[in-house]
């Protein structure tokens, strides 16, 4: 059957399916699930690729009152001029009080309908061009207007302008786009780009992004900006954005997902400091900056790292002491004891690392054990920037005992940061470092510049506003557990704590979050609420959220503390279940294997565990360390999800839409399920065996298919909209979607 795809663009402002669909002929042009047809009745089909250049995403929400505007530009490169035809399915629940359509600056008028008549058109559609891109808008009401015409090789601009009230749920108030607008495509979207300017009464405090990595600027305390740009977009995930408004010096929000009564529910606790300066004092620090001259550094490294070193002595403030320890096989300290950083001080200190040479042996035990002993004031903030580029060769070498030193030596619960430079580094050294001094490792590719992963980490650390930070979640009858991240970090201003955990019941919670600033204890008590039953899969993210980092802890603890057999048997259901992949696992998306066969594919995953892990340098040792990180220090469901492509785990970012062409995939996920391709069918990756062989068989575009598609309020139809043999289990029944004969 010949197909093209063409996206067009995603929005919704509530936590639901909201898409611009455009279908005309000829050519037909459908957007997500994006489709162009071949013209109709006409004996061979025109190829025609069509493209979108742009979608770009305007948003003005004040307090909860959203105005959205989507602009979208997309070609007919066809010879043939286009009749197109825009449909709206509206978001589930939404109350839209405006609603605009313009094109090429032209309104057009349209017509609203009811969800019934909605479904029959899309059922039509779907019958004629035996395509199911539409389903996954049944129990959609539905926006038609008229038809315009595009001329061939002719460009358009589709503007949808609309306002909407956005819905606020324990405390925090939420915006969705699902931007998945090219994952049918051919070609990917050229450019997208989200600007979301929020403005509140109250001063806004939580602003969190679980899809995406964003950026966020806050002019002041009531106005927050966020941004997000994409190019050449193969496949994004579904965009969502939360926030919050509080007048406390920590705002604290709870998002809780508990989908199974007989199962632990999943938890998200934001932590947010006051971002004013005038509210919260800065807490003076002390900073050791490590700093490896051994032979190895010789050439770039050595003036990079020299480059870095001075740009992080200009960021101290006058209130910050320091010092440099520069190592080879021998340790040398700027000064014998801590610096004030004042002008003469850090002018004296910019010369001294101009001076530094590289040459000799790596002494890091004894670098390490020189600064940590220059640390005695407990009261304030201590930090170790720990950078080197290869392995011990002079003094202590067991990767144990340099830890263990290290640990001893560490009497002010200094928080050590390692930043390992190039290939040949110990990563696995590294990563002990950083577990027993509280910190994190962070690796740096051979042909990356040092100095701007080395500054940007530090403005995240620069300006710290509580220490020895503890939470404490009190239920009536109920607890918590695994939660993560294990150590709690301290809270820089700017920055906000995502703490993830399961809960075993539901209700009210007492929290209490405590820490130290400036030598004073601080306490802030807060209530919040657990679901005992969530009613749709809305916060469905915490829960894969939670999964990424309890593998990025399992990983840790097979890589630290050698074979468990329990681990990894735990390490591949988790992958399974939520399509979170690891170079350990990522054979699950081969044809060959056998989703149900739990025991051997475990046995499978020890051995590429055992094997991989004893690599701690070269490429694949300080990239097998590298990921592990990311999924640990995850604050997005996104961060960890490497594309999975012909059973490889890629890394880049292919999914969020920074990444290579599109290429098959191996694997997705839809709503809350993880499907696997095994031949020519998209499998659940929850059916067993038993299952399987129980499953009933229904044909595709059969009535039987569409009543399925609009039972069970619609879930269905999203699965069914894989156009391919799809295995699904929904509810107590398996189903097995089989082509037309």
């Given amino acids: 059957m010949f197909r093209r795809f063409f ?6 402002i509530v936590p639901a399916f909201a898409q611009i669909v455009i279908i005309g002929g000829p050519p037909v042009v459908i957007g997500r699930p994006p489709v162009i047809f071949p013209p109709r009745p006409m004996p061979m089909p025109i190829r025609a690729d069509c493209r979108i250049e742009s979608v770009d995403v305007h948003a003005d929400i004040q307090d909860q009152a959203a105005k959205v505007r989507v602009s979208q530009v997309f070609r007919n490169p066809s010879s043939l001029p286009m009749e197109a035809q825009v449909l709206f399915p509206l978001p589930e629940g939404a109350a839209v009080s405006a609603l605009t359509l313009l094109v090429d600056g032209k309104e057009l008028t349209g017509k609203l309908m ?11 559609i779907v019958r004629r061009r035996r395509d199911p891109a539409l389903l996954e808008y049944m129990g959609r009401d539905l926006y038609q207007t008229s038809v315009f015409p595009v001329s061939p090789g002719g460009q358009s601009t589709v503007q949808l302008q609309y306002s909407q ?12 786009l699902p931007l998945a607008t090219a994952k049918h495509s051919e070609k990917p979207v050229e450019h997208l780009t989200v600007n979301v300017n929020i403005t509140a009464a109250a001063p806004i405090r939580t602003v969190y992004s679980p899809t995406h990595e964003v950026d966020i600027t806050r002019p002041d305390d009531s106005r927050a900006a966020v941004t997000l740009s994409l190019n050449n977009v193969a496949s994004a995930d579904d965009f969502r954005l939360l926030y919050s408004t509080d007048a406390s010096p920590v705002g604290l929000n709870v998002i809780s997902y508990k989908p199974d009564d007989n199962e632990d529910g999943y938890f998200a606790l934001l932590a947010t400091p006051d971002t004013r300066a005038d509210h919260v004092a800065k807490l003076a620090k002390t900073v050791i900056f490590l700093c490896d ?4 550094m010789a050439g770039p490294k050595i003036a990079q790292v020299k480059s870095a070193l001075k740009y992080l002595l200009r960021q101290l403030d006058p209130a910050d002491t320091f010092n440099i320890v520069a190592y080879d096989s021998e340790v040398e300290a700027f000064r014998p004891e801590l610096q004030r950083a004042n002008t003469a001080s850090i002018d004296a200190a910019l010369a001294w690392v101009e001076g530094i040479s590289a040459g000799g042996g790596t002494n890091i035990d004894g670098a390490v054990h020189t600064g940590l002993r220059m640390l005695t004031d407990s009261t304030r903030p201590n930090y170790v920037l720990f950078m080197t580029d290869g392995e011990p060769t002079v003094g202590e070498r067991s990767e144990t005992q340099i830890a263990a030193n290290a640990a001893r030596e560490n009497k002010v619960n200094a928080r050590l940061f390692a930043f390992g430079v190039g290939f040949d580094v110990n990563a696995r050294l590294l990563d002990r470092l950083a577990r027993e001094l509280r910190g994190t490792s962070i690796y740096v590719k ?4 040092i100095e701007a992963p080395v500054s940007t980490f530090y403005g995240k650390i620069a300006s710290p506003m509580m220490t020895s930070v503890a939470v404490d979640i009190q239920f009536d009858g109920g607890s918590v557990a695994r939660v993560y991240p294990r150590q709690m970090p301290d809270l820089f201003r700017g920055d906000q704590l995502v703490l993830v955990g399961r809960y075993r019941k539901g209700g009210a919670a007492r929290i209490a979050l405590t820490g130290e600033a400036g030598g004073k204890k601080a306490n802030f008590s807060y209530q919040a609420n657990f679901v005992e039953r969530s009613a749709d899969d809305t916060n469905g993210f915490v829960a894969r959220l939670w999964a990424t980092r309890r593998i990025g802890e399992i990983i840790d603890d097979l890589d630290l503390h050698g074979r468990n057999k329990e681990l990894v048997n735990e390490l591949v259901s988790l992958s399974q279940k939520y399509g979170i992949l690891t170079p350990y696992t990522s054979f699950l998306t081969e044809d060959r294997v056998n989703l149900t066969s739990r025991a051997s594919n475990n046995v499978f995953a020890e051995g590429a565990v055992a094997r991989d892990m004893a690599t701690v340098t070269g490429e694949s040792g300080v990239q097998q360390r590298a990921l592990k990180a990311q999924m640990q220090n995850a604050v997005t469901v996104q961060a960890a999800a490497a594309p999975i492509v012909g059973g490889t785990v890629r890394g880049g970012g292919g999914r969020g839409g920074r990444g290579d062409a599109p290429a098959e995939a191996k694997m997705q996920q839809v709503g809350q399920k993880v499907f696997f391709k095994k031949g020519q069918l998209w499998q659940d990756s929850s059916v067993t065996a038993d299952q399987a ?12 298919y569409f009543d399925l598609a609009a039972s ?10 894989l156009d391919e043999p799809v295995l699904v289990n929904l509810g107590s029944q398996t189903y097995q979607i089989d082509p037309e004969k």
């Fill in 7 to 12: 996206a067009l663009s995603a929005l919704s």
């Fill in 114 to 124: 009811g969800r019934d008549e909605a479904r029959r058109i899309y059922e039509e």
């Fill in 165 to 176: 009230l956005l819905k606020k749920d324990s405390g925090l108030i939420a915006f969705a």
């Fill in 293 to 296: 001259r051994s032979g190895s």
């Fill in 446 to 449: 051979p042909n990356e510049n």
């Fill in 693 to 704: 062989a129980h499953a009933v068989h229904v044909v595709q575009f059969s009535q039987q």
């Fill in 712 to 721: 069970h309020g619609g879930t269905m139809a999203q699965y069914l909209a």
